[in-house]
């Protein structure tokens, strides 16, 4: 196996979207270090020959199944499947389910994607990550009166996947990375500063992620882009706009993309 290929795979199965399954799979990788790992997801998967292609696949992989199936023939399916295929899975609704019947003396309603209904609050969520994809990396600088937030930093402070997360959660967010050689935009200076959110982090910290990625490319370790040098001026730079634009800073040092987006939501 190359280092460039992933160590493990997991694969997660939903009859609805697997929004759910995903969100648990992540939180458990946030408590594991430094492993490389492909996650495949299947939405949707309401026939039993879906099903069984897919765990047919990931019996390749020797992963494991995280799925969130309700229609109770699927769901019997899945741990056939397991046992033919000798497959690990993770029922990850499942035990919350049978808790609240044998609690309450209650029925689900075997209806794929409730969570997922067709209602405001979920068209307001499609609209903010349309809006958050389209306009990562400041691609869209009028976007930026548009937003509810703005994500200030440097190269490699997870503006990106923390724009996302917080659009699933029905914000509209701009990412803006902040080059010492490039001029701010003037929108930020037009904008509240609680709409603005300043990310930083340990300088060494950032050499190492800044290296690592540099690795994955292929490039050359040693290139300005990952000196602490470089790192130390981008830091200042940022350190000054940030205070120029009084806005929050947020040291993401350790921090999993959860508790900052927390953070966040606590600051708007």
């Known amino acids: 196996m190359s280092m460039e ?40 998967v309401r ?7 897919l ?20 769901r019997e399916m899945i741990r056939e499947e ?14 919350m389910m049978q808790t ?12 794929p994607g409730l969570l997922h209904q067709l209602d405001e609050n979920y068209f307001r969520r499609i609209e903010a990550i349309e809006f958050t994809v389209a306009c990562d990396d400041g691609r869209d600088l009028g976007a930026m009166l548009k937003a509810d937030i703005v994500l200030l930093g440097m190269s490699r402070t997870s ?8 659009a699933h959660r029905g914000k509209k967010v701009v990412n803006y990375p902040i080059v010492p050689e490039i001029g701010p935009p003037h929108q930020l200076f037009s904008l509240p ?3 603005l959110i300043g990310l930083t982090m340990d300088p060494e910290h950032m050499l190492k992620i800044r290296s690592e990625r540099l690795k994955v490319l292929g490039l ?14 981008e830091m200042e730079y940022a350190a000054v706009l940030f205070t120029k634009l009084d806005c929050p800073v947020i040291d993401i040092t350790d921090k999993a993309i959860e508790e900052t987006a927390g953070i966040i939501m606590g600051y708007i």
Do not use: W
Request: some cysteine.
């Open 5 to 44: 290929e992933p160590s493990h795979f997991i694969t997660i199965c939903s009859d609805s979207l697997g929004d759910t399954a995903e969100a648990v799979v992540q939180a458990v990788l946030h408590q594991f270090q430094n492993q490389r790992v492909t996650i495949r997801r299947y939405g949707n």
């Open 55 to 74: 765990m047919e696949e990931a019996a390749k992989h020797q992963g494991f199944v995280a799925y969130t199936l309700v229609q109770p023939e699927l």
């Open 193 to 195: 500063p609680n709409r």
């Open 220 to 233: 050359p370790v040693g290139s300005q882009y990952a000196s602490l040098a470089r790192i130390t001026e």
């Open 100 to 111: 609240f019947i044998d609690t309450f003396d209650d029925a689900p309603q075997a209806r």
């Open 159 to 166: 503006k990106t996947p923390l724009s996302i997360f917080l």
């Open 82 to 95: 397991s046992v033919r295929l000798d497959l690990r899975i993770v029922d990850i609704m499942g035990p």
């Open 47 to 53: 026939h039993e020959d879906e099903l069984r292609k």
